[in-house]
């Protein structure tokens, strides 16, 4: 049984890492000509990706969701608001500290800004945030908050915040939403909630609240960061990547990474393991094969998200930022744009944590929302930020709130028409959908380009890309949502928009 669904996992993976090795193959023997060594250790990645995402995936349904769905249950049970905030504050900054996807963009952060933004204090403010904000978020799943509500009233405070904030820091503070909302905790934060809401009387009810928490996660963040540089004052940072120079080793990188990125994923798993066999002890008095099981599953966890970020980062990183750089160096940068929209549209289809979050979906409803129309709308949306953050690099007077500002303004409006479970789904596919693969391969492409553009700012036009990645699936999930209201109106079946 285990086997069968390793090898279903596996499949799935080579139909959504293929792409993307594909158009990098395509690209270098036609408008990019890379280094053999890059493009060997670019194909040795993609093998790692597609290893490693397929034993992630495995570990984190037999290993990962129990705990989060347990935790859940034994918060909502409690049924003391004092219990749930404390819990959801401490739940959330641990999972937010070791989320390694953070730490990727915090670590380019203090590179880009010469330490003039520490990895460590980012790490910890956006952690803070997160941690504050999955408390507020559990608090609404327990007490029966509309979630339309409470996201709007926090965009209120984001928009208020951002009148403040330097342009540098409103890149930052949106990327970070987006990089805390990575493989590690999507998964976490998925179950929490689903373990919080299960509970609840009212089947439609559960539903709606099983997704929304990672949207109000990915809040926290911004607010956070955007707090600190009002109060720290940080303002005109600009940075460079110093075009560095590629290793000439094949194996090289891949063995000076492995040690750096098992550590931290051993840091990241730590937290919910100790939690878990606190709460075995304590609470949960499970059966010895169940917590084997559990065990099992987190250790699968690590080998396959150490197998797929060594991937990325030995592999992928590299070449993403000599794709970029070679194809903004060309006379005609219509290609630049059209090769960031097919890149975004395919790269979203290996996020592990969008994988997480579909079949979460497609359980949820029973089937009724299809995971395949889930991704082609993600992939459509993905695919728009990556083209129109292309397009901001190569226009100077083009500004990220000059999208920002617009797009969440009619994100927010959608929520008050389309069904209420589609609202949850969508701001939760925005956090999502800027994982592991996004914070480092397009993320290098988008650095890679306005390094080689003339008048851009690698700091200020190349973060913001995960920010514009976080925000256009807000409204193409909710553009499906209005699709499938129209198509259960004809089939006289009548959706719930009210609350």
């Known amino acids: 049984m285990s086997l069968n669904v390793l090898v279903s996992k596996l499949i799935e993976v080579l139909y959504a890492v293929l792409p993307i090795t594909f158009i990098v193959l395509i690209l270098n023997f036609t408008l990019t000509n890379l280094e053999t060594v890059l493009i060997i250790r670019f194909i040795l990645g993609a093998i790692l990706i597609i290893i490693g995402l397929s034993i992630f995936l495995f570990g984190v349904d037999i290993g990962i969701t129990p705990i989060g769905q347990k935790m859940g249950a034994l918060v909502a049970k409690s049924n003391k608001l004092l219990v749930v905030l404390l819990a959801g504050l401490a739940l959330g900054f641990f999972i937010s500290v070791a989320e390694p996807d953070l730490h990727i963009l915090a670590g380019q952060v203090d590179f880009v800004s010469a330490g003039k933004i520490s990895k460590f204090s980012l790490v910890v403010v956006v952690s803070i945030g997160i941690g504050a904000l999955i408390a507020v978020g559990l608090a ?102 110093e075009h560095h120079e590629f290793s000439s080793s094949i194996i090289g990188p891949y063995l000076q990474k492995l040690p750096i990125i098992a550590f931290e994923i051993t840091m990241a798993l730590a937290p919910i393991l100790i939690i878990f066999l606190v709460f075995q002890k304590i609470s949960f008095k499970m059966s010895k094969k169940a917590v084997y099981k559990i065990l099992m599953g987190v250790l699968f966890t690590f080998v396959g998200l150490v197998l797929f970020l060594l991937g990325v980062n030995a592999g992928f990183m590299d070449v993403g930022t000599a794709v970029g750089y070679q194809i903004a160096s060309m006379n005609n940068k219509a290609y630049v744009i059209i090769i960031a929209f097919i890149l975004g549209f395919v790269v979203i289809l290996a996020e592990p944590a969008v994988h997480v979050l579909t079949h979460q979906i497609e359980d949820v409803t029973s089937g009724y929302v299809r995971r395949k129309m889930v991704l082609f709308s993600l992939s459509i949306g993905v695919g728009i930020a990556v083209g129109l953050s292309m397009i901001r690099i190569l226009v100077p007077d083009l500004q990220l709130w000059h999208y920002l500002l617009p797009g969440y303004i009619i994100a927010i409006a959608m929520m008050y028409f389309v069904p209420k479970l589609f609202v949850g789904i969508a701001f939760d ?58 198509k259960s109106t004809k089939k006289g079946v009548v959706m719930n928009d009210a609350e």
């Open 140 to 241: 609404r799943i327990v007490y029966n908050y509309p979630l339309y509500k409470l996201l709007t009233i926090l965009y209120v405070i984001i928009f208020v915040l951002s009148l403040f904030t330097s342009p540098e820091f409103l890149a930052i503070s949106f990327d970070s939403s987006g990089a805390t909302t990575g493989a590690l905790t999507v998964p976490f934060i998925l179950a929490l909630a689903l373990g919080v809401s299960s509970l609840k009387k009212d089947s439609k009810a559960s539903e709606k609240d099983s997704f929304g928490l990672v949207a109000i996660a990915s809040a926290g963040a911004i607010i956070s960061v955007m707090i600190m540089n009002i109060i720290k004052g940080t303002d005109k940072i600009s940075g460079s990547l």
């Open 429 to 486: 596919s925005g956090g999502v959908a800027s994982g592991p693969m996004t914070a480092t391969f397009i993320l290098a492409f988008i650095q890679g380009a306005a390094e080689a553009i003339e008048g851009a700012n690698v700091l200020v036009d190349g973060f913001g890309m995960i920010a514009m990645v976080a925000l256009t699936p807000l409204i193409a999930l909710q553009v499906l949502g209005f699709i499938y209201k129209l």
